[in-house]
């Protein structure tokens, strides 16, 4: 296509969007409420994934010491215990330090257990070099002697990448359903544009216009308009994601979790949106001009 | 220029518009298609720019053979055959010289050249000093004007007319006629349906007479021969 036609389709487009006003703000809006229900549930989905692949990586194995284990027996434990394959640290936390943590998190109810009437064991704390390998571990660790019990979080982790996947699974259909209704909006809003103008486009064809003639002023119509449509949600998403960052970081410092940096999820989830945008509008407007064009 | 061998067309709901017709058209010629209502006229020019399809028999046009023409190379065809309806068919969003203008840009000539042409042949019509008006300003015979004017854009060889002046009074109608005779007289070849007799008795030029379909009077300088 010569550059010249190709500006004349943007101005006629231009002219378009200008002259069909009120369609035009219909089908930008229904743009815009999709993407920012599209953009929104991405970046809560995203974070989510990332929360538990943090989980996944603070996953250690806990091993409680029999009650009966000498001091000796306590040191035999933990050397066999740093022999193992694939364990990279083994920490030791006494009974009195474990009761310390749980009153510090549960409250000081718990105090009344000090000294010797304290109910827990002492632990070694295993960190595997890798989270899979955390049950082969605690496996191996029951073995060994003077050892009460054993415990990897396991079950808690695996419940929650169950509750993950479904969580994934919904929301991608949740987001294509959204998709495929902005683009039927879409499509919808045009086509009555398009119904008004379905003489003129019989009379371009009789002046000798091809079909890609007729179709490119829509088509970049579409896209301008899922461009615009986007354009709203991307600056309510990234104005909101900003703050919440700093906000919710503050609360997470100090803990294994972190929120992906808008440094590059931001921009991507900008990029994103903005080619959804333009893609469903460009769609959309096809749709509903193909039927036009069989004249 | 045209050629039209043993052409049928029959409608989808059963109706047989032309029943075995064989005619041709060299080019410079001026052509009236007169007959009764719904003898298949309409059908007839239709074919001559690929708005209807025969079902039988071959059509030419130049060097296009119609019946094996794609659809997607018919734009290519009517660039090089200007058509004007009774209804004008105007794009009443555009103005007058925006109209003329479209038929260009479709061909993807420069804005220059699409500019000076368009005054050109706004200039022949006699609507210069009306390009900036919009269709429903005008009166029916400007309006038909700027149709002309928009056929003839693009120089086609061919400038076909079904019933030109059919919605305009007589003197209107004369102004058109004044119109097509003159861009005939350029060597562009004229095909005119028409149902005025008055036109056709005092502007003589070949006439083809329809009837049922067929071609039942082809006779150079002829009459309208019909109840006026
Ligand atoms: N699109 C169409 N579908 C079905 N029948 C048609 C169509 N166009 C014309 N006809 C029929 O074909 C016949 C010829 O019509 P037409 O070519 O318009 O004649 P004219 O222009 O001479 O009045 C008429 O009987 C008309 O009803
Ligand atoms: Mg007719």
Redesign the interface.
Known sequence: M?A??FW?HIVESLKSIK?NGWMTIAAVSAVAVTLLLVGSFIAILMNVNKLASDVEEDVSVRVYVDLAAEEEDQEALQESLEELDEVETVVYSSRDDELTQVIGSYGDEFGLFDGDDNPLYDVFIVNTAAPEVTSEVAGQAEELSYVADVNYGGATADRLFEVMATVRNVGAIIIIALIFTAVFLIANTIRITIFSRST?IE?????????W?IRWPFLIEGALIGFIGALIPVSIISYVYLSGFDTLMTYLSGTYFALLPPNPFLYQIVALLLTIGIVIGSVGSSLSIRKFLKV | MIEMTNVYKKYPNGITAINGLDVKIDQGEFVYVVGPSGAGKSTFIKMI?R?EVPTQGNVKVGEFDLVKLKA?K??????HVG?VYQDF?????LTVSENVA??M????K??KAIQKRVLEVLDLVGLKHKVRMFPNELSGGEQQRVAIA?AIA?MPRVLIADEPTGNLDPETAWGIMDLLEEINNHGTTIIMATHNSDIVNRVRHRVLAVENGRIARDQEGGEYGYEG
């Open positions: 010569k010249r036609t004349r002259r003129e009379i371009m064809k009789l002046v000798g216009a091809t079909n003639f | 720019y708005e997607k018919v734009p290519y065809l009517r660039r058509v068919k105007l794009l009443p969003r479209y038929a840009q479709v061909v993807g420069n804005p928009r693009n």
